[in-house]
């Protein structure tokens, strides 16, 4: 399966990623080839079989409704690049 | 002109009110809590950790679906939808997409004249929320408290046909969440967000224009404004000829206006895929059942029974349904006093919403209970105490939980149907105000009720208007 160079700077940009233009040429042509790979799967028939969610036995993993002590807001904001008044500070995003 | 119908359709997202958020242990509700000030490592996406579902955010959106008639299913999973945004620590929301907690699902919503409106659900499913941002000094600061904060998205088929009917929809559904515990419901606080799609066709047709969407719409009053105001401007768009493009509008509640929201550069694309880190949800028969059994009946239907059991005019089933604590008061009211159930929806509706409204609480709440409010309707019904004592009692219970009984007994306010004593009065009255009699006895008629009102000053309450009047107006007519 061919990805064409627009496709994959299409799918650069929902990963906030900027690709050279040599870049793109290279994995235009990576990711077609794990496209080609990924498609001989496809070539089993599988439609007689349930797709499988999980291995585990179906049993809900659940949590009791219970309070918990927070982080700090001093330890949480040490991860950010800046912060003000308690907050993360970015740019401003254009809507 | 075309005559056009609306084809409206709610995007609604319910903050459910459980302690913790959906996938962490952190507090739920910040509302006036400093910013990141609820938060751990889950809800604020740091790496290496795994989020656990809340158990009572699954039970009160299976107790929502049960009353939107929706199917639970039995197997759901979340996925994870991703896209950047700085309200979005992970990157990614976990919601549910290809297999939703519930399918199906409806809301009869009362139309005049016995009709319903049957308003389908498309969507419902739970999902976490995002954090807020806020522009200041031209930087954005984030706060995480709201993230992973749990909501159900409930979203209509485009079964709505006005924007009075929208609004209706929107109060509908407030009542039931509130009615069920599920959510405070509060649209200013953001626990009731709705989204609006809005498109108009000749009245009659079949098929859908385009629409747009409204966003930013919080409260049911902005709501019916913002989708009547959107509804007028497609209908003069398609009359000049133009075609309706399919906008994003934003509703600024201060002009009372709907303006264009700059499009976004892609198409959503949230390439969704299940979320690893979490077991599919399975939902057994017997949870569902015991969560069934919790399932009151619901507000529609006891406005129904209301109606055909105590003969009450749908104006009043409407009122006294409106909150679940109400409708019960009212009930156990019409029990304790065995009489007209008419009567008892009157002093509710009068004299108890009142004091409800001034107090700022709910029924359940009140030290004046269905037994005080019955014993005072009897007590009048029996002629041992009027109306207005009546009335004052209610605030009396209310302030010293005492018996209506037990308070007419201590303050004397046993009705004083005693000619003699009235008569006494009246001629006192009479005595001690000769410029009223004469103006009375020269046609001023209107004075005999400032007469009865002196008799009952002096009686202080106690005597019985009706039979003073009468005295009065005999001793005058001398
Ligand atoms: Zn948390």
Redesign the interface.
């Known amino acids: 399966m061919r990805l064409t160079i627009e496709e994959v700077k299409?799918i650069a940009?929902?990963a906030?990623l900027e690709l050279s233009e040599d870049e793109l040429q290279r994995f235009t042509e990576q990711l077609s080839e794990i496209l080609d790979y990924a498609a001989r799967l496809q070539e089993l028939d599988t439609s007689h079989i349930l797709p499988t969610?999980?291995v585990?036995p179906?049993?809900?993993?659940?949590?009791?409704?219970?309070?918990?002590p927070?982080?700090s807001?001093e330890e949480?904001?040490r991860?950010a690049a800046a912060s003000?008044?308690?907050?993360?500070?970015?740019?401003?995003?254009?809507? | 002109m075309t005559d056009y119908e609306a084809v409206i359709g709610l995007e609604t997202h319910i903050q459910l009110n459980?302690?913790?958020k959906i996938f962490c242990?952190?507090?739920a509700d910040s509302w006036n809590a400093?910013?990141?000030?609820?938060?751990?490592?889950v809800c604020?996406g740091?790496p290496g950790v795994l989020p656990?579902?809340?158990?009572?955010?699954?039970e009160k959106a299976m107790l929502l679906a049960a009353a939107m008639h929706a199917q639970i299913q039995s197997?759901s999973?979340f996925d994870r939808k991703?896209y950047?945004?700085?309200d979005l620590p992970k990157g990614y929301q976990i919601s549910m997409y290809e297999?939703p907690l519930a399918t199906g699902g409806y809301l009869d919503l009362p139309l005049p004249q016995n009709e319903a409106r049957r308003v389908r659900i498309a969507k419902l499913h739970l999902e976490e929320d995002a954090g807020k941002?806020k522009?200041?000094g031209?930087?954005?600061?984030?706060?995480?408290n709201r993230c992973g904060v749990p909501l159900v998205e409930m979203v209509t088929s485009p079964d709505l046909r006005s924007a009075e009917e929208a609004a209706q929809y929107l109060t509908r559904l407030r009542q039931l969440l509130r009615w069920l515990g599920v959510s405070e419901a509060d649209m200013e606080k953001g626990h009731l967000r709705c989204d609006a799609n809005v498109s108009i066709r000749p009245r009659g047709a079949a098929y859908l224009n385009p629409k747009t969407e409204i966003k930013n719409v919080n409260s049911i009053d902005a709501v019916r404004e913002a989708v009547q105001k959107e509804i007028e401007r497609q209908a003069r768009e398609m009359e000049a000829g133009h075609t309706i493009e399919s906008w994003t509008l934003e509703w600024d509640e201060d002009s009372g206006k709907l303006k264009k929201?700059?499009s976004k550069e892609?198409e959503a694309?949230y390439?969704y895929f299940?979320e690893p880190d979490l077991?599919?949800?399975?939902?057994s028969e017997e949870w569902k059942k015991s969560i069934l059994t919790a399932l009151p009946e619901l507000p529609l239907e006891r406005r129904q029974r209301f109606v055909t059991q105590y003969g009450l005019p749908e104006y009043d089933a409407d009122i006294l349904t409106a909150e679940r604590s109400l409708s019960d008061y009212y009930e156990q009211t019409v029990k304790a006093y065995g009489g007209d159930p008419k009567k008892v929806s009157n002093w509710l509706m009068n004299d108890v919403l009142r004091m409800l409204n001034e107090k700022g609480m709910t029924a359940d709440q009140l030290r004046l209970l269905p037994a005080h409010l019955a014993e005072i309707i009897r007590l009048i019904d029996e002629g041992v105490i009027n109306n207005a004592t009546g009335k004052s009692l209610l605030e009396k219970v209310q302030a010293s939980g005492e018996t209506p009984a037990a308070i007419v007994a201590r303050e004397g306010l046993a009705k004083v149907s005693d000619d003699a004593a009235i008569r006494s009065i009246c001629q006192e009255v009479i005595a001690e105000n000769p410029a009223e009699v004469e103006n009375y006895r020269n046609g001023k008629a209107t004075l005999m009720g400032w007469f009865v009102g002196q008799v009952m000053r002096k009686m202080r309450g106690k005597a019985d208007p009706n039979l003073a009047r009468a005295i009065l107006e005999e001793l005058l007519a001398q």
């Open positions: 299409h940009h929902l906030r969610s999980s585990l179906p049993r809900s993993m659940l949590r009791p409704d219970e309070v918990l927070p982080l807001p949480i904001l991860n003000a008044q308690g907050q993360f500070k970015v740019p401003p995003v254009l809507e | 459980t302690l913790t242990a952190c507090k400093a910013p990141n000030t609820n938060i751990c490592p604020s740091l656990v579902l809340n158990e009572k955010a699954v197997l999973f991703n950047f945004y700085p297999a941002t522009n200041a031209g930087k954005r600061l984030i706060d995480f929201m700059r892609t694309d390439r299940h077991l599919p949800l399975h939902i």
